[in-house]
């Protein structure tokens, strides 16, 4: 069943900054869809369009079929974790995951009975006393969370949630997110601009740019098939090799002097990408093209190599290669590579789409 | 970062100014009164007897006196109470309007700048009870107003003419306030179905109550110390005692009724108050809340 609709959503600021042109979504009951892109892309502001914290410029939210545009916040039965958590500082973490079910005029036994049990979930219970100062960040997470699971909502929303947080903190609570998420099945809209916490969480990914969803699709669409250079760079990490090239009768003509073969009906300037995990190593018999090693970063279990794509003339295009194990090539050298046609990506310049 | 002059005499030279003005109006009339408040004058000046602690016995054995104190507690609390709630309001208002912020802003500034004798004499002509138009609009809708005759109108008079001017300070203090509240905090009460009514009271309120508690120690400060140009202007204490407060009082024996003796001793109280109101003020200021 169809939980959350966004029918050509859009919003314009009152200082007139079109912050969204129009989004369409369409979210299915239990889904976990991450909204992802650059700071200022207007992943916020679709969120709080949701929350009700925005009003909708155009077009229509619905959720459960019911028409949210002018209902408030608290009308929607949604549950918001905010970036800094938004814990009100004066009351006990209990009075913070009690006040929502407080306001709804709910008995107190229940409350107590709930608050309880989802304390006892988020390993809580010892804390319920405290206040939001005497927590360290995880555990103030984890009352915001508590906040949001307690009134047990139809929709949950997150702003950044984990941008607070120390690296290792954030994988762990990325983890227990995600496992909270699928037992609770409370649909979810989880806003970052990580890809890596995009790709693990996500059943499938919104990716914004400038406001507009440029590709919506499960993580491993958006991997394996980016619809624009924008979502190729933009997924992945270290980021997809995108080079300006040109497709002839020959093929993919990237230089004077060097064409990768391949016969495609297209014409023109065109975009061509390869992941850096996807380009092999070579020798100079069997390989499509040599790169001038610039710099090597060893991290144990991979090696990232940076240099430039070797020709006659000077300025030749930067590439990254991710191989697996240590590797130790020294840097000024020359190394063979071959970039297999199955993964290659082609985008038209002009549309940006791909082709 | 520290300034060092060339000379030592300079600092000394550029605190001069102050150091003069506070020992010859703070420090020298402190030990004059310290002095006076053991000696009974006569009304002339010519000749004085050391008695002691009587003025202070004297003092504490007049029923006046406890009078004034009920007074002075009544105004003061009248006075915070009054133009805190007021200037709360103001406060939460102007918050929320966008547009043309800074003018409204501006506006609600400027009765502090309002010298307060003026200020008194704005409300004593404003209320006068023969050409006022404030008094005049009562009668008409039959209120008879004289704080000449009426001691509770008179108060009511002093309390509106020291609360007028204290309202802009107490605004500028709840606005800051109001805007240091983080915005997601609001937001976030109002997912949790929190009205804005419930949200002002649950939320907000109590995140103010450090600003809500520094200003109500400085206005019982200013209500017990700095009314006096206010109470002289528009009822100078009457009708009866019913509007002399404490330091209206040491003005009224000392330079009206000429009991130099008792006045002196009623300052010295005064002076002890002071101190323990700064010791309150300075402990509150230095108490710092945590918003995150
Ligand atoms: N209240 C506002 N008024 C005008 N512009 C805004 C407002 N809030 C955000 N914006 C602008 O809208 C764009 C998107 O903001 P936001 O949704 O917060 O981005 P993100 O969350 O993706 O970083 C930004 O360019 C931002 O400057
Ligand atoms: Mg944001």
Not at chain 1, 72 to 100: C, K, T, W
Not at chain 1, 222 to 240: C, E, Q, R
Not at chain 2, 135 to 141: E, I, M, P, T, V
């Amino acid at each position: 069943m169809t939980d959350v609709i966004l029918e050509k959503v859009g919003k314009t600021y009152p200082n007139g900054y079109q912050a969204i042109p129009s989004v369409d979504l369409s979210i299915e009951e239990g889904e976990f869809i991450v909204l992802v892109g650059p700071s200022g892309c207007g992943k916020s502001t679709l969120l709080r369009m949701v929350a009700g914290l925005e009003s909708i410029s155009t077009g229509e939210l619905r959720i459960r079929g019911e028409r949210m545009n002018e209902k408030e916040p608290a009308e929607r039965d949604i549950a918001m974790v905010f970036q800094n958590y938004a814990l009100y500082p004066h009351m006990s973490v209990y009075d913070n995951m009690a006040y929502g079910l407080k306001n709804r005029g709910i008995a107190k036994n229940l409350i107590e009975e709930k608050v309880s049990d989802v304390a006892k979930m988020l390993g809580l219970t010892e804390l319920l006393q405290r206040k939001p100062r005497q927590l360290s960040g995880g555990q103030r997470q984890r009352v915001a969370m508590g906040r949001a699971m307690v009134r047990d909502p139809k929709v949950f929303l997150f702003d950044e949630p984990l941008s607070n947080l120390d690296a290792k903190l954030r994988v762990q609570m990325r983890v227990e997110i995600r496992q909270l998420q699928r037992k609770l099945g409370t649909t979810t809209l989880y806003v970052t601009h990580d890809q890596v916490e995009a790709m693990t969480l996500a059943d499938r990914l919104v990716v914004l740019n400038k406001g507009k969803a440029e590709q919506i699709g499960t993580p491993m669409d958006l991997y394996n098939k980016p619809a624009t250079p924008f979502v190729a760079a933009f997924i992945g990490s270290p980021s997809m090799n995108l080079i300006d090239a040109t497709l002839t009768e020959q093929g993919v003509k990237i230089s004077e002097a060097l064409t990768l073969p391949l016969s495609h009906q297209h014409r023109g300037d065109i975009v061509w990408g390869i992941r850096p995990e996807h380009l092999e190593v070579s020798d100079e018999q069997n390989g499509d093209f040599a790169l001038r090693i610039q710099a090597v970063e060893s991290l144990g279990a991979e090696t990232l190599i940076h240099g430039k794509i070797e020709t006659e003339s000077a300025n030749g295009e930067s590439m990254v290669v991710r191989l697996s194990g240590p590797h130790l090539p020294d840097v000024n050298s020359l190394m063979w590579l071959t970039a297999p046609m199955s993964h290659w990506h082609l985008f038209d310049a002009k549309t940006q789409q791909r082709l | 970062m520290t300034v060092t002059f060339p000379q030592k005499g300079l600092p000394w030279l550029l605190l001069l100014p102050q150091l003069l003005v506070t020992a010859i109006f703070f420090l020298w009339p402190a030990e004059q009164a310290l002095e006076q408040a053991f000696y009974q004058e006569d009304a002339f000046g010519l000749s004085r007897e050391f008695i002691g602690l009587e003025n202070f016995i004297d003092l504490f054995t007049d029923p006046l006196y406890y009078q004034s104190m009920l007074t002075t507690l009544v105004f003061s609390f009248s006075v915070a109470i009054v133009g805190m709630s007021l200037a709360l309001f103001l406060a939460v208002m102007a918050d929320r309007v966008i547009r043309g912020k800074l003018a409204y802003q501006t506006l609600l500034i400027w009765p502090y700048a309002v010298a307060p004798v003026l200020a008194g004499v704005l409300w004593w002509i404003l209320f006068d009870p023969s050409m006022g138009p404030i008094a005049l609009w009562l009668k008409s809708a039959g209120v008879d107003w004289n704080h000449y005759l009426d001691g509770n109108q008179a108060m009511i008079l002093v309390v509106i003419a020291s609360t007028w001017k204290q309202i802009s300070y107490n605004f500028l203090f709840f606005l800051a306030g109001l805007q240091a509240v983080p915005r997601s905090l609001i937001e976030a009460a109002a997912i949790d179905g929190a009205s804005p009514f419930k949200r002002f009271w649950t939320i907000v309120f109590p995140l103010l109550s450090p600003t809500t508690f520094f200003l109500l120690v400085v206005n019982l400060v200013y209500a017990f110390f700095e009314t006096f140009g206010v109470i002289d202007a528009t009822t100078k204490g009457g009708p009866g005692q019913s509007t002399t407060t404490l330091v209206y009082k040491v003005f009224d024996d000392g330079f009206v009724g000429l009991d130099l003796g008792g006045s002196a001793a009623q300052s010295v109280v005064l002076m002890a108050i002071v101190g323990l109101m700064t010791v309150i003020q300075f402990r509150f200021i230095e108490r710092k809340v945590q918003y995150s």
